[in-house]
């Protein structure tokens, strides 16, 4: 059979390499840990502790504000030190708690949570996940609960767990398979329990062959789990060339995963949801992957959210050079560029990747030549130079006439561009913008 | 310290190809056929070569220096109009010509249009149509061996006979570049499996152009005449034009269905000039026609957006 995949897309230098085999390790903070309040899409949550409360790891100390909003958990114990705006990786101040920590890490009685998931009708179930604060953990972070509440849950017939990791450089997804694969193995069922005849994948990019053995190997007596391998191609991980990849069914930008009958699911937020409800753990940690030629080591860490950037730099023994020239948060494809080590890790932050040479800033911009390549690779299967035209020009009717708005942002095009033109940026900011308009 | 981080918006990792390695990926796959043209036609062709080639570039450097723009020689593009210019004339012109020639090419086609990505016609074949007119004399004397003579396809026309395999060859008159079927073929596919052309463009161009030979030579009473078709793909500027003038980037169509209609469209045009036309060449003024359509292709094919097709 031949292997699943979409058109498009691209093959850049994965630097897997770099870090897939450190194994997962604690580290734990020991300075401040600071939380914005808004690390979700969705409205910031509202803060329940005020300067001077004494805090407990795993308390909840922010709550969700409204359905589309996600409570907030502190990984640390100690005392509240401030309320008060903080940078942020996006570099916006978000108002955040600020925990002074104690050192201690005393607990809250996660037992008291613990429930038979016999017991627990599907209510039941989506309202534990809420309380545990669970967002997606690929980067956007979209509350979990509001996932698994389609208007059309009848129609739900699959539930994808993405392992695909097809961010070059990330491997904590990777890691959690051959760490972790019965608590994967275990969330996907819990999420599948909410939902009638439902069948679970789990799509695993072939250039992991130990990941797919793992978890074949899990599942092999779970007949409604398939290990799928898809493709090594980025981004395969998309939702939309995900779904169309397992399933065969396409969405475009204004349908949602539930349309295709699909729940789309990270790998660290399906064992995020096995803490919440078999251990009774919120979600207050996750796995960050530290890598980059300018780091003098590598590392897959679990960390507690909150945790000062810099602590992890330090935990790996700092850099090789004096300044590497980048350091994104997340992918090198989508992730963001950081001005500063003085943020916390949030629910979001896969990586922290750091580059001794920055590609971009390397090469001027020149005119293109239309060779084609962006229309190539465009997972969205749009003509990003003509609407880099376009959005260049404040075009923006022609922009959406000419399917701008069905950009996934992936950055494929400005990847391949020959005259090194910033397409995905001025396309992105131009889609910013049409939205900014619709809401008005 | 933290001053010098660098910020921009993601992608933050870009692929190694750019303008300039695309360029000269394209003047290493001409280098065969230009190669021979020089072995076939002597030490004047390789004159010839580099004089086109030099006066390209200088023309591109004076005409930005002149106005105050940033020098863009690096990218290479107008070496490689230089080179294709040179590879689409006759070995025998007098030497001004290509100085008028890539003036015609690089000031009057590219910059005056915008520069390089803003021309509407190829301005290597925009060149070499400008010459054929004005100086057709030149332009369509064809020696070989010292004796003036015929080239094939102009033999083939007034139905005289070929030799097949030194038009494959390239021993025969014709352009500099033009006259190696196998190195153009080559230097083709050697293109193809870079990436750098899309397959899409040679092989519907030749397709059709072959299909529409072989109709003509059934309709004509030759029959199944593989030997008629073989000269015709392999004679005149086909091979040059297929692989190396309709796939330039700029002056062809974008979008992968275009590409298909272009090469459908460019097969018809040098089938009806070869055919029923005057000359017995007909690749140029199918191709820079072809140009002029490229942006209603365009228009009517534009891809359907991921998950929009129904």
Redesign the interface.
């Known amino acids: 059979m031949s292997l699943l995949t979409?058109?498009g897309g691209?093959h850049?230098?994965d630097g897997k390499e770099l870090s897939q085999n450190k194994e997962i390790c604690d580290l734990l903070p020991k300075g401040d840990c600071v939380y914005p309040l808004s690390q979700h899409i969705g409205a910031p949550a509202k803060p329940l502790v005020k300067k001077g409360d004494p805090v407990l790891v795993g308390q909840k100390i922010a709550e969700a504000d409204g359905f589309v909003s996600a409570n907030i958990h502190s990984g640390i114990s100690g005392r509240v030190k401030a309320v008060e705006p903080r940078m942020t990786v996006g570099g916006t101040r978000v108002l955040s708690i600020v925990i002074e920590n104690d050192g201690q890490f005393d607990e809250v009685d996660f037992g008291q949570n613990i429930r038979p998931l016999d017991q627990l009708y599907r209510e039941d179930v989506k309202e534990l996940i809420r309380e545990a604060g669970i967002v997606g953990m690929g980067g956007a972070g979209f509350p979990t609960h509001v996932k698994l509440s389609p208007k059309n849950e009848d129609a739900i017939d699959t539930i994808i767990v993405n392992g695909a990791e097809c961010e070059?450089y990330l491997t904590s997804d990777y890691r959690r398979m051959l760490e972790d694969p019965e608590k994967i193995a275990a969330g996907l069922q819990i999420v599948m329990n909410l939902f009638d005849d439902t069948k679970g994948i789990i799509a695993i990019e072939d250039n992991k062959p130990e990941a797919i053995e793992q978890m074949t190997k899990i599942t092999r007596n779970l007949p409604d789990i398939t290990v799928q391998a898809v493709k090594t191609k980025y981004p395969q991980g998309a939702e939309?060339q995900l779904i169309?990849a397992n399933t065969g069914r396409?969405?475009?930008?204004s349908?949602l995963p539930a349309d295709a009958g699909c729940i789309v699911h990270n790998i660290d937020t399906v064992v995020a949801i096995y803490h919440a409800l078999i251990e009774g753990k919120p979600l207050y940690e996750r796995i960050v992957t530290v890598t980059g030629d300018a780091v003098k080591d590598t590392a897959n860490f679990r960390v507690r959210i909150g945790t000062n950037t810099r602590e992890l730099i330090d935990a790996v023994g700092g850099f090789q050079v004096?300044?590497?020239?980048?350091?994104?948060s997340g992918g090198?494809?989508?992730?963001?560029?950081?001005?500063?080590?003085d943020v916390p890790i949030v629910k979001g932050s896969s990586a922290l990747?750091c580059?001794k040479e920055?590609?971009?800033?390397?090469?001027e911009p020149?005119?293109?030549?239309?060779?084609?390549r962006c229309?190539?690779v465009c997972?969205?299967?749009?003509?990003p130079?003509?609407l880099a035209d376009l959005a260049v020009h404040g075009d923006m009717e022609t922009f959406v006439q000419?399917?701008g708005m069905?950009c996934c942002?992936c950055?494929?095009c400005?990847?391949?561009?020959?005259?090194?033109r910033?397409l995905?940026?001025v396309i992105?900011g131009t889609r910013k913008q049409v939205l900014a308009n619709r809401k008005k | 310290m933290e001053q010098r981080m660098k910020i921009s918006s993601s992608p933050h990792i870009r692929d190694k190809e750019s303008t300039g390695s695309i360029m000269r990926q394209v003047m290493v796959a001409l280098l065969p056929a230009a190669f021979f043209g020089i072995y076939n036609f002597g030490m004047r062709a390789l004159l010839i070569t580099l004089l086109t080639i030099v006066c390209s570039i200088g023309w591109e450097a004076g005409y930005q220096k002149l106005l105050g723009r940033r020098i863009t020689l690096r990218d290479g593009s107008a070496a490689l109009t230089g080179l294709l210019l040179a590879m689409n004339l006759p070995p025998d012109v007098p030497f001004w010509l290509p100085v008028i020639g890539s003036f015609f090419a690089i000031i009057v086609v590219k910059q005056l249009f915008g520069g390089l990505g803003q021309n509407f016609m190829n301005p290597a074949l925009g060149a070499r149509c400008f010459l054929l007119i004005s100086f057709t004399g030149h332009m369509t004397s064809f020696s070989y061996d010292a004796v003036t003579t015929a080239t094939p396809l102009a033999e083939l026309k007034t139905g005289g006979s070929v030799d097949v395999m030194s038009m494959a060859l390239g021993t025969i008159p014709g352009t500099i570049g033009e006259t190696c079927a196998v190195a153009l073929i080559l230097g083709g596919l050697f293109l193809m499996a870079r990436g750098i052309i899309d397959y899409r463009i040679p092989i519907s161009y030749l397709g059709t152009f072959a299909g529409l030979i072989l109709l003509y030579a059934l309709a004509a009473g030759r029959g199944l005449d593989v030997s008629f078709l073989l000269a015709h793909l392999f004679g005149g500027g086909l091979m040059l034009g297929a692989f190396f003038m309709a796939t330039d980037y700029v002056t062809s169509p974008i979008t992968p269905a275009g590409r298909i209609w272009f090469g459908i469209l460019l097969g018809m045009l040098t089938f009806l000039f070869r055919v029923f036309g005057a000359s017995a060449e007909g690749v140029s003024y199918a191709i820079i026609i072809g140009n002029l359509v490229v942006p209603l292709l365009e228009r009517i094919t534009i891809p359907k957006a991921f998950g929009k097709e129904a």
């Open positions: 979409f058109s691209i850049p230098y070059p939309r169309f396409k969405l475009n930008s349908m004096e300044q590497p020239e980048k350091i994104i090198p494809m989508m992730g963001k560029a950081m001005f500063s080590l990747l580059l920055d590609d971009v800033s390397k090469e020149s005119a293109c030549i239309r060779c084609g229309v190539a997972p969205g299967r749009v003509m130079n003509k000419y399917e069905e942002e950055g494929c400005s990847y391949v561009c020959p005259a090194k910033h995905t940026q992105a």
